[in-house]
């Protein structure tokens, strides 16, 4: 740690260390790498005192210490994707959303930062949100959704079929979010750069809304031809999407202040 800088650190108890199995004999039988994952993932860069997670509107968002190793497989080049942790204090310390600390805890001030006794020992995660989606099967209409939209898209030559160049397809990752979202992979150089919030809506909220089959999800995505609407001056070529972009993209909040979110087009 740089003597300059200040950090906070969110240290897991005795307890909490040995209910996630890292007692003393794991500890000292992991690979140095591996722990340091561990340790870098619980210090955040900047100092935060109970005064400043506790007045916050939101959570704070913190850079960790831990850095990724992302490898692009189609430029074979390489980029470290910085872990965030997101924190908030609300009668207890939260981080990443869920409870962390009993009543009561204040943090230990240090001379560079602080320190904040855990009751949990953090995990960073390890899926990206195309692989969290797959596994519910509560959200399969709405996967259903995004492939029905691919398809009608790559049957007019909007996205490569598979084995064309490096455009996911209904295969994979769904162009209906494009390579910010559902691209945002670890073997990927755009890994970690779009910050996105996806509300994805179950089953039972598509049947709530009339989408009771599939084939009314196809139905309603084939009242309106995709294609070339026109040019206009000053603005340049105009498109027909398709209706379900209106639906899927509303669910999706990317990171406004991230120069990848002006690639989302929305149509709304």
């Not at 260390?17 to 004999?25: N, Q, V």
């Not at 009668?91 to 001379?111: C, H, I, Q, R």
């Not at 692989?131 to 790559?154: F, G, K, T, V, W």
């Amino acid at each position: 740690l740089r003597p300059d800088q200040y950090f906070t650190v969110f240290a897991p108890v005795d307890d909490a260390m040995i209910a996630a199995g890292l007692d003393k004999g794991h500890i000292e039988s992991l690979p140095a790498d591996s722990l340091r994952k561990i340790v870098l993932f619980h210090v955040a860069q900047g100092a935060y005192s109970q005064a400043a997670l506790s007045t916050a509107l939101y959570s704070v968002e913190m850079k960790s210490l831990r850095k990724d190793l992302s490898i692009d497989r189609g430029s074979a080049s390489s980029i470290l994707y910085q872990q965030n942790l997101y924190a908030k204090i609300s009668g207890v310390l939260y981080l990443n959303g869920e409870p962390v600390g009993k009543a009561g805890d204040t943090a230990w001030t240090a001379s560079n930062g602080y320190i904040w006794p855990i009751q949990t020992v953090l995990q960073a995660p390890t899926q990206s949100i195309w692989q969290i989606a797959q596994s519910r099967p509560e959200l399969s209409m709405y996967l259903a959704a995004m492939r029905i939209n691919d398809s009608i898209y790559q049957s007019i030559g909007w996205i490569f079929r598979p084995g064309w160049g490096n455009s996911k397809t209904v295969a994979g990752d769904s162009v209906s979010y494009g390579w910010i979202v559902y691209d945002n992979l670890t073997n990927t150089q755009t890994y970690g750069l779009a910050r996105a919030t996806v509300f994805a809506p179950t089953n039972a909220a598509f049947e709530a809304a009339g989408f009771h089959t599939y084939k009314d999800l196809l139905n309603y995505d084939t009242t309106m031809t995709p294609g070339y609407a026109g040019y206009q001056p000053g603005v340049g070529w105009l498109y027909n999407y398709l209706p379900m972009d209106s639906i899927l993209k509303t669910h999706v909040i990317i990171n406004a202040g991230n120069y990848t979110a002006v690639r989302i087009p929305y149509h709304l």
